[in-house]
């Protein structure tokens, strides 16, 4: 009986995220922005590589795993910025891997103000592989029997915005064209194959000073996509003497008001270095199923900041 309990959560679990989230997600948004807002590329003025890898769901087996490296630099002059994102993602017996270009401009050149316009194109790679579904679950003679794949391009555009070096906002949509996913010339009435969905981000942030070393920084993640409920990340960090960042978010958009409670650590283990661990506690009725969601990111800029931004609060994270 457990495990059938079991297999209905899993099952419900894998048709929210394939209705509605149908992008890549992580906690830690704040330190990996590039991959949600093109805008992004170039604006930490510094050349930074991150590496995230995230585990979703442990204790279900082929619950999804995700892996993204993302580089982006300034490009000739400070106001046009360039990008990359390659991404995979494990999802059961699907495999999801992404690849992105990303061209930024900073619009106003002000001292204290930058406003970014972006763009982006993606490749992507989507294939399932039925080769590996156990003979059990080999029910359906309509799913093949043998690995599929597809190649999926696309757009997308956004913007991101910062004043005095305090605050950040951006607005964007990675993928705007409905690709069809998969091939099927035999469906019944009434039934139709399956298509991506614009999903659309808005994030914003800021560092209130709070004296003797300690700064805070509340941060918002809101993402959008159709059939699929409003997710809101709303979070609440703590900087410690430009080193340590500590704090936690809460997560709505599943099956309850709060669907998880996530812890964030950062360190700052050299001025051109961090690493960061996020923990996710489940609080949907998958709770008492999975162990939560671990994530754990690198952070490098390739050479040091100088002048104002050498002097920022922490630009590694705020930026």
């Known amino acids: 009986m457990k495990k059938v309990i079991l297999s209905l959560c899993f099952f419900?679990?894998?048709?929210?995220?394939?209705?509605?989230?149908?992008?890549?997600?992580?906690?830690?948004?704040?330190?990996?922005?590039l991959p949600f807002n093109p805008a992004y590329a170039g604006a930490r003025g510094v050349p930074t590589v991150t590496a995230i890898y995230r585990n979703q769901w442990m204790g279900f087996e082929g619950a999804p795993q995700s892996f993204l490296a993302?580089?982006?630099?300034?490009?000739?002059?400070?106001?046009?910025?360039?990008?990359?994102?390659?991404?995979?993602?494990?999802?059961?017996?699907?495999?999801?891997?992404?690849g992105s270009l990303s061209y930024s401009y900073d619009m106003v050149s002000h001292n204290k103000l930058s406003f970014r316009g972006g763009l982006m194109g993606t490749v992507r790679s989507l294939s399932i592989d039925f080769t590996k579904a156990r003979p059990g679950e080999q029910f359906d003679q309509s799913?093949?029997?043998?690995?599929?794949?597809?190649?999926?391009?696309?757009?997308?555009?956004?913007?991101?915005?910062?004043?005095?070096?305090?605050?950040?906002?951006?607005?964007s949509a990675p993928r705007i064209y409905a690709n069809t996913i998969g091939?099927?010339?035999?469906?019944?009435?009434?039934?139709?194959?399956?298509?991506?969905?614009?999903?659309?981000?808005?994030?914003?942030?800021a560092v209130l000073p709070l004296g003797d070393g300690l700064n805070l920084m509340p941060a918002l993640f809101a993402k959008y996509v159709k059939n699929a409920p409003l997710d809101l990340d709303v979070n609440l960090n703590m900087e410690i003497n430009e080193k340590f960042i500590t704090g936690f978010s809460c997560r709505t958009g599943g099956d309850k008001l709060i669907e998880t409670i996530n812890l964030?650590?950062?360190?700052?283990?050299?001025?051109?270095?961090?690493?960061?661990?996020?923990?996710?506690?489940?609080?949907?009725n998958i709770r008492d199923y999975t162990t939560g969601s671990i994530e754990v990111?690198?952070?490098?800029?390739?050479?040091?900041?100088?002048?104002?931004?050498?002097?920022?609060?922490n630009p590694r994270f705020f930026m």
């Open 70 to 98: 993302s580089f982006n630099t300034p490009f000739i002059t400070p106001r046009v910025g360039m990008g990359i994102v390659l991404s995979h993602l494990a999802l059961g017996l699907n495999r999801d891997i992404i």
């Open 297 to 313: 990111l690198l952070q490098a800029d390739l050479r040091a900041a100088s002048g104002k931004r050498q002097k920022m609060s």
């Open 183 to 205: 091939n099927n010339d035999n469906l019944p009435q009434g039934f139709q194959t399956a298509r991506e969905f614009q999903h659309f981000y808005g994030m914003a942030g």
């Open 143 to 171: 799913i093949g029997s043998e690995l599929e794949n597809q190649f999926l391009l696309n757009v997308g555009a956004g913007i991101y915005m910062t004043y005095d070096n305090r605050f950040y906002a951006g607005f």
């Open 264 to 284: 964030i650590v950062f360190w700052q283990a050299h001025r051109q270095f961090g690493i960061g661990v996020a923990y996710d506690f489940s609080l949907s």
């Open 12 to 33: 419900a679990a894998l048709i929210e995220w394939s209705l509605g989230q149908q992008q890549h997600h992580y906690t830690q948004f704040m330190f990996n922005k």
